[in-house]
């Protein structure tokens, strides 16, 4: 069983930044791809950034140049750098971690959550 264990949430003004963590319970070597899900209230899950494989990145067009997404193999931990912070932003961030089973499937573990109010 894989454990994803989010971070760093919190209330935070617009122009303002903010640093998620995610800890993996196990070696993020594991894993295909991780990434960052984001749900704001009546609103679908929306993927916000994604690290795949080797280090390639992967970013939702309402973030790019302003967040940035990495990783420290040695702390099995994701990290998601958040820069100019807009209301908008406010969600709920999910941490992402995929499995490869086969060629056409895969295993997606999430965390609990953590919560991201950008407000004055």
């Known amino acids: 069983q894989v454990q994803l264990v989010e971070s760093g949430g919190g209330l935070v003004q617009p122009g303002g930044s903010l640093r998620l963590s995610c800890a993996a319970s196990r070696s993020i070597f594991s894993f295909s791809a991780m990434g960052w899900y984001r749900q704001a209230p009546g609103k679908q899950r929306e993927l916000v950034a994604a690290?795949?494989?080797?280090?390639?990145?992967n970013y939702s067009d309402s973030v790019k140049g302003r967040f940035t997404i990495s990783r420290d193999n040695t702390k099995n931990t994701v990290y998601l750098q958040m820069n100019s912070l807009k209301p908008e932003d406010t969600a709920v961030y999910y941490c992402n971690a995929k499995k490869r089973l086969s060629v056409i499937d895969e295993l997606d573990y999430w965390g609990q959550g953590t919560q991201v109010t950008v407000s004055s």
């Open positions: 690290i795949i494989s080797v280090d390639r990145t």
